[in-house]
């Protein structure tokens, strides 16, 4: 018996997903990134409070996005038990919100003793009161003694949610463009890449500290690494949907002839960005514009990526 097949471009996870996964990994991957810098390259306040600060909005934001999508909100207290690992432990949601959770839990933990020695922080009305409180002190004095402890269980969780945004998508095997297994490792690179963007973005233009130029040029040179890393899986997602089934032919299309996505993410996200870093690499900056320009151009892009593959999902089903 012969099955005919219907392919039709998916409209449910549209843009408030691609917002979603994007603000997850910027957010995850930021904290992560700040904290290793924070415990293995330099002690550095300024950089832990602003990237803790933003990492931890980022994740709250995305949260909300998919919580107000959700037709049944007080569903979310199952993804919450513990025991839904158990009976199903493929279950990419309910793991993404563990990590998410924890991430934002160990992330403020880590940066609690920080908050305390900023001036700004203490003269906030509620915020100074609260940094004052005897738990809190005492938190702080733990926090400071087991710190890259801390720090680790952050990082871990962090790379969890940036793993994770890859994994959920994959785990939907009727789209081909999703149900591959380079979804999850073009995603973590590409929330890692956008991390090290936004920090550059934040120690240019907000904390300029003279003593940071080691920590900003190892920066521009991860991110180097990164974007090459995603041009080539990209390359293989050409190759691969392009001579995959009749599903991964049609996101080729839309894909692969839209301007937007050739010119707005592969051009000015990825390829633009990548000669300006390695000019800078290179020979050095004479003026920070060309890599604000650069680090703005990558945030940029990495929307454009998670955008397109949300609006590129094409599923099939037999009738």
Not at 16 to 39: C, K, N, P, Q, S
Not at 126 to 146: D, H, M, P, S
Not at 221 to 227: E, F, M, N, Y
């Amino acid at each position: 018996m012969d099955v005919t097949m219907s392919y039709e471009t998916q409209n449910l996870w549209t843009w408030w997903l691609a917002v979603y996964l994007y603000t997850g990994g910027l957010g995850a991957a930021t904290l992560a990134v700040t904290f290793l810098t924070d415990m293995y390259l330099k002690p550095h306040r300024n950089l832990v409070i602003w990237g803790a600060g933003a990492g931890v909005v980022l994740l709250a934001i995305g949260s909300m996005m998919l919580f107000g999508h959700l037709l049944h909100h007080l569903a979310a207290i199952h993804i919450l038990n513990p025991l839904v690992f158990f009976k199903k432990p493929d279950a990419w949601i309910a793991w993404g919100t563990q990590f998410i959770i924890w991430m934002m839990v160990w992330g403020v933990l880590y940066a609690l003793p920080y908050a305390r020695e900023t001036p700004f922080l203490k003269r906030l009305p509620l915020i100074g009161k609260v940094l004052e409180w005897g738990l809190v002190i005492k938190i702080c004095e733990a926090v400071t003694r087991f710190r890259k402890f801390v720090g680790w269980l952050a990082v871990i969780n962090g790379v969890g949610v940036t793993v994770y945004t890859g994994l959920l998508l994959q785990s939907f095997p009727a789209v081909a463009l999703w149900a591959n297994p380079g979804v999850p490792l073009l995603f973590t690179v590409s929330a890692f890449s956008t991390a090290m963007a936004f920090l550059l973005l934040i120690m240019y233009t907000v904390i300029k500290d003279a003593e940071d130029t080691r920590i900003r040029l190892l920066y521009e040179r991860i991110d180097l690494v990164l974007i090459s890393a995603e041009l080539v899986i990209l390359f293989s997602f050409y190759f691969y949907l392009k001579r995959g089934s009749e599903s991964a032919m049609r996101s080729w299309e839309l894909l692969f002839t839209d301007f937007g996505w050739l010119i707005g993410f592969i051009g000015f996200g990825l390829i633009v960005p990548f000669f300006l870093e390695l000019r800078g690499v290179v020979k050095g900056w004479t003026s920070h514009v060309p890599i604000i320009t650069a680090s703005v151009l990558v945030l940029m892009g990495g929307y454009l990526l998670r955008h397109y593959f949300m609006y590129a999902g094409i599923y099939a089903y037999p009738w």
